[in-house]
T-cell receptor, first 115, second 112 residues
Framework: ETGVTQTPRHLVMGMTNKKSLKCEQH?????MYWYKQSAKKPLELMFV???????ENNSVPSRFSPECPNSSHLFLHLHTLQPEDSALYLC??????????????FGQGTRLTVV | AQSVSQHNHHVILSEAASLELGCNYS??????LFWYVQYPGQHLQLLLK??????LVKGIKGFEAEFIKSKFSFNLRKPSVQWSDTAEYFC??????????FGRGTSLIVHP
């Protein structure tokens, strides 16, 4: 248990489907992240939220839409995905304020397969 | 902008061999440095971190890393690896922003 919980763990979706990935952190952190992990590629930062405001959007296609309703929850809404979007999607959280900065804590990830 | 380079993409060792994985970063200011490990089918977890103080950092499972500021390096070491160390290892740096940047990762296979 890392304190960061992602659901679902596995997701298979068609290219015309709409689905959402959910992340919840129980660590009291104020920053949350979405990363994409593909085989043989570096971890790609997708989105960062700090105090529920999006502070980073790394040229991610609009078919990925994040939502951060509060500091404990982060969603990634998916629609009309492509097969190349198949990957492990990782959520992480950290504390980024002042002297209380921490490392990023990761969830187990959602293994997404687009068919 | 900060970046991280991990030189070894694949490393294969026998048990009891010594391990050193290279990590170099580019950022001119104060940095925080991290090594994460991802065992097969598991989440990324922190092995060790450097924020300040002693540049030789000891982590879990017998791992250590040394921050050499003049070389912009933070190499990971373990004197004697075990089969259970088979995993993917990621170096990360956090500079001016609190957002960490990760290296490509190094796949380590340890043969029993």
């Amino acid at each position: 248990e890392t304190g960061v919980t992602q659901t679902p763990r596995h997701l298979v979706m068609g290219m015309t489907n709409k689905k959402s990935l959910k992340c919840e952190q129980h660590l009291g952190h104020n920053a949350m992240y979405w990363y994409k992990q593909s085989a043989k590629k570096p971890l790609e930062l997708m989105f960062v939220y700090s105090l529920e405001e999006r502070v980073e959007n790394n040229s991610v296609p609009s078919r990925f839409s994040p939502e951060c309703p509060n500091s404990s929850h982060l969603f990634l809404h998916l629609h009309t995905l492509q097969p190349e979007d198949s990957a492990l999607y990782l959520c992480a959280s950290s504390q980024d304020m002042g002297t209380g900065k921490t490392e990023a804590f990761f969830g187990q990830g959602t293994r997404l397969t687009v068919v | 902008a900060q970046s991280v380079s991990q030189h070894n993409h694949h490393v294969i060792l026998s048990e009891a061999a010594s391990l050193e994985l290279g990590c170099n970063y580019s950022y001119g200011g104060t940095v925080n440095l991290f090594w994460y490990v991802q065992y097969p089918g598991q989440h990324l977890q922190l092995l060790l971190k450097y924020f300040s103080g002693d540049p030789l950092v000891k982590g879990i499972k017998g791992f250590e890393a040394e921050f050499i500021k003049s070389k912009f390096s933070f190499n990971l070491r373990k004197p004697s690896v075990q089969w259970s160390d088979t995993a993917e290892y990621f170096c990360a740096v956090r500079g001016g922003s609190y957002i960490p940047t990760f290296g490509r990762g190094t796949s380590l296979i340890v043969h029993p």
